[in-house]
């Protein structure tokens, strides 16, 4: 009940294009869902992040979609650029701890 | 604004020595974290704490432990190094009910 599936493992995207990645989850305890962006060399940091009560949050190129019902979330980038390319994880969490549960993480590359 | 900072960022060590990761942060967050980042696993935690004298176990916590006699200081101690616990590893720290978490640099450990 803990985990989060990830998917893809790896994507690649031209120039423009849209990426998109997504995640599921089992524990319906969950209430926080961050995606975090990771470059080489460095730690993981915050890129946005959404609560249950609503459906879709958007900031600049990247938005997430969250399907409470189905328990899925997905992280979609508009006009990605190769600046973009990094791992992406998903995470979750709930209760008191901030305890959060990551995904296996996805490797964009965007090809100029 | 330091933010997280881990010392050291890499290590090499033999198999059955002993050593500490530093971890230090600077914004007065009740709450930090470990995390190991293994290839295509994701990050798994190790362990975490509330506040200063309260630690508890993660998801992967054998073969390691941590005391929080500070709320800036959260040291991770391998008592007995494995090859199994080659990994880069991440201290985390947050203000409570899941706001969000700033991970520090890593620090790459190697046992051989």
């Known amino acids: 009940q803990q985990q989060v599936k990830q998917s893809p493992q790896s994507l690649i995207v031209q120039k423009g294009g849209i990426s998109i990645i997504n995640c599921a989850y089992e524990?319906?305890?969950?209430?926080?869902f961050p995606w975090y962006q990771q470059f080489p060399g460095k730690g993981p940091a915050l890129l946005i992040a959404i609560r249950p009560d609503v459906s879709e949050k958007k900031e600049g190129r990247f938005t997430i979609s969250f399907n409470k019902s189905a328990k899925q979330f997905s992280l979609h980038i508009m006009d990605s650029q190769p600046g973009d390319s990094a791992t992406y994880f998903c995470a979750a969490s709930g209760g008191a701890t901030n305890k959060l549960i990551f995904g296996t993480g996805t490797l964009l590359a965007v090809q100029p | 604004n330091a933010g997280v900072t881990q010392t050291p960022k890499f290590r090499i060590l033999k198999i059955g020595q002993s050593m500490t990761l530093q971890c230090t942060q600077d914004?007065?967050?009740?709450?930090m974290y470990w995390y190991r980042q293994d290839p295509g696993m994701g990050l798994k935690l190790i362990y975490y704490?509330?506040?200063?004298?309260?630690?508890d176990k993660g998801e992967v916590p054998n073969g390691y432990n941590v005391s929080r006699s500070t709320t800036e200081d959260f040291p991770l101690r391998l008592e007995l190094a494995a090859p199994s616990q080659t990994s880069v590893y991440f201290c985390?720290?947050?203000?409570?009910?899941?706001?969000?978490?700033?991970f520090g640099q890593g620090t790459r450990l190697t046992v051989v």
């Open positions: 914004m007065n967050h009740n709450y």
């Open positions: 524990n319906t305890a969950f209430d926080y």
């Open positions: 985390a720290s947050s203000a409570p009910m899941n706001t969000e978490a700033f």
């Open positions: 704490s509330v506040g200063a004298g309260i630690t």
